[in-house]
Structures are given as structure tokens and as C-alpha cells.
């Protein structure tokens, strides 16, 4: 019982978290562009300060994500979790009081600087965390009901977003971002762990397990910080985690690339502003979440991980190839729906991560694929947002303003012919996962 009140409180603090969020990602394109480039539907200017700070974000976090996923197997996912949930409400209250040209500076730098510890880690964590409480056989569909939980909380936003204000949406989305902090302090437990394997973050030595006491009173607090070693040595731990590495930063890299490219895409060619993002949202995010919330967790068990990874990621290349080559303003509604299957990609990823790690790595293991799809939010923008601001500019060598999402989904179909060679290894038993807990505190 205690192990499924600490998933529900999990998923009501992300879907608090998330459904504030949402609210402002309509109106953002619409903010940058009225700051930097006013009265204008394309402007290359707000694109490269898109894609810069996808860029440094990409390369914080890159650091960032194995530090906060090695900390939390040691000091606790919730001790953890509290700093990006916190520190994601300041960037939200700057444009809650003004979204004028200085203030949207101001929000962009340290919008920059959070998000290079907030951008993912909320998701890394809160999946570690699940996979904490959760067994190996059941984990495809309490991940997919995770991400069903995200989509859900994306929608509701998205909707709240379409009948609001661009003030209002940002200041209900500071007020939602505080309380979903304050209800994870009071209400989500620690992780439901083997206490042989788990070291709180103010333990004494007199209070570490008696089979590994002798080794970690040697233990230095910040020995075990994670380094590119070690990061070498998990991705080498097993061929299926090696390939599901390949595969989560091929499809990051489309992912990122699109929603760097799409909404400036959209706005320049078929002049979309805030109240058309919600509805393009919520479209995707109603598809989403009946896939993750009802088709995955039957799916799952009986089609298995594997599968369904490469289905929604083929899925995802049509997607996107209907974005690139959209002749009418009703073909990006229609693209959309294909959520309702691209979706299985990134639950069904992290699952079979899951299963390649013992249970004392679950937060080292997400941390490192968050890591590398930083690593991918890096390169993306580079590559991309100098690519859509030249085709949706008159300097374009030709006429085809999407064909930089058209580079995009070709990048996802090699994602998704690499996903089609994963051969999924069972997951560790129980008792290699207790010894390797106990080798991994003595190295």
C-alpha cells in the first residue's frame, strides 16, 4: 500500500507540475516574437535565440542529468526532486508580472540557467522513482501511465491555455508550479527501497547496513559522483543498452529538432498564433494521452517493449513528414493525431533501460540516457535552427519552407531502423541486483 501512495502522490505532484507548464508553451512563441521581432510572422533573430538556448540547456544538462540521477540512487529521488521543481517556478513568475522587451531578456537568461538543471530531471527522477516502487513486469505500463499522466496534464493546460490571457496563463502557471512543490514536500514519501541499499542524506556511518558496514565508513560524500568512466563502462554493460542509447539520441535529436523548427514553421507559413498552438496541442495531447493511458498498458505485456518502441517510432517519421510538406493549414491538425501512436517510443525506451540495471542504478541509468538525449538537445538546434531559418527566409536556396522538418524525420527513421535491431536481454534477478548493490558502495 505505502509503495502505491508513493507512485499517487508522484503522479498528482508531475500532473500539478506539468499541467502548469503546459499552460504558458502556446504563448510562448507569440511572447518571443512580440520582444524581439514585434508585428512579424518570421524572424530569424527569435529562432537562433531559440535554438542558443536549446543549445546551452542541452549542454548543462548533459552534465547535469548522470549528477542528478548518480545523487538520487544515494540520497533519494524526493531530496532530489525538490530543486528543478523549485527552481522551474522563477523563469514562470518574471513573465507572470511582465512580458515586456526587458523582462523577456530577463526570463530568457535565467530561463537558460534553471533549465540547465530543471530540463528533464524532473522526468529522470520521477521514472527512477517509479521504477523504485514498481516490479520489472509491470513497469512497461506504469511508465506508459506516467507518460499518460504528462500528456494528460498537457492537455488539460493546453485547453486552460486556449480560453485565458497570455498574463493570466503565466500567472496561474507560477501559482500551479508553487503548489505542486509544496504538495511533493508534504505528501510523496522517500522511495520504497531495500534499506541494505539506500543511504539517506543525513545518515551517520552507524546507520549503513551491517554486509557492506565495513566499506562505506570509507565512503566519501561525493566519491561516487558519476564521471564519463562510468558512463563508458553502463553503456558497455550490456549490447541492448547500448543500442536503446543509439536509439534515445537519434530520437531526440528529431524530437528536439521539431519542436525547435515547427511552431516558427507554422506561424511563417500559415501565420498560427496562440489560441491555433493550443488547439494543435491539444489535439496531440488528447492522442497521447488515450494511447500511454489505455492502449499501452494492454500492449505492453503482450506485443513487449521492443515492439511498440519501433512502432512509435515509425509512426513518428510519418508524423513529421506530414508537418514538412503541409499544403493547407488543416494538414498540421491531421499530422497530429499520429500521437496516438508516436507516443510508444519514449516510455517503451525507458523501460528497456529499466530492466538492464540493477535496482540500486535505476537513477545512474536514467541519468545517463537523460544525459545523452541532452547531448542530442545540443546538436539538434545546431544543425537545425540555422536550416528553418534560411528555408522560411527569402534567402532560400529553394521553395520548400518545411524541408528542414523533412531532415528532421529522415533523422527518426534512422531511429527508427536502429530500434528494429534491439534484442531485448531479461531484466537482472534480484539477487545479482543485491550483490552488485553491495560491489558498487565497496568500489
Known sequence: MEKKSGVSHLFITIFVHCFSTSMVAPAITDVTMSAVCPGRDECSLAIYLSGFQQAIIGLGTLVMMPLVGNLSDKYGRKALLTVPITL??????????????????????????????????????????????????????????????????????????????????????????????????????????????????????????????????????????????DMVHLLKSSPTFSQAAIVAFLSNLADAGLQGSMMYYLKAKFHFNKNQFADLMVIAGIAGTISQLIMMPVLAPTVGEARLLSFGLL?????????????????????????????????????????????????????????????????????????????????????????????????SMTAFIQSIMIRVAPPLPVSSQRVSNCNSVVA
Open 88 to 229: 522551474s517556478i522563477i523563469p514562470l513568475a518574471i513573465l507572470a508580472y511582465s512580458r515586456s522587451r526587458n523582462f523577456f531578456y530577463a526570463y530568457y537568461v535565467l530561463r537558460t540557467l534553471t533549465a540547465m538543471v530543471c530540463e528533464g530531471s524532473i522526468h529522470c527522477l520521477s521514472l527512477a522513482y517509479v521504477a523504485d516502487n514498481v516490479p520489472p513486469g509491470r513497469r512497461a505500463s506504469v511508465f506508459g501511465i506516467f507518460s499518460g499522466i504528462v500528456s494528460g496534464a498537457f492537455v488539460c493546460g493546453t485547453i486552460s491555455a486556449r480560453f485565458i490571457s497570455t498574463s493570466a496563463a503565466f500567472q496561474a502557471a507560477t501559482a500551479g508550479s508553487i503548489i505542486s512543490a509544496v504538495y511533493m514536500r508534504i505528501f510523496l514519501p522517500e522511495s520504497v527501497r531495500d534499506e541494505d541499499l539506500y543511504t539517506p542524506i543525513l545518515s551517520s556511518k552507524a546507520e549503513i547496513s551491517a554486509s557492506c558496514e565495513e566499506s562505506t565508513k570509507k565512503l566519501q560524500v561525493f566519491k561516487r559522483l558519476p564521471s564519463i568512466d
Open 315 to 411: 509512426f513518428g517519421c510519418v508524423h513529421m513528414f506530414l508537418y514538412s510538406v503541409a499544403w493547407s493549414s488543416w494538414v498540421p491538425y491531421a499530422a497530429a493525431v499520429f500521437s496516438i501512436l508516436s507516443v510508444f517510443s519514449h516510455p517503451c525506451l525507458r523501460t528497456i533501460v529499466s530492466k538492464q540495471v540493477a535496482s540500486n542504478e535505476q537513477g545512474k541509468a536514467q541519468g545517463c540516457i537523460s544525459g545523452i538525449c541532452s547531448f542530442a538537445n545540443l546538436v539538434s538546434p545546431l544543425a537545425f535552427s540555422p536550416l528553418t531559418a534560411l528555408f522560411l527566409s527569402d534567402r532560400a536556396p529553394f521553395n520548400f519552407p518545411g524541408f528542414s522538418i523533412m531532415c528532421i524525420g529522415f533523422v
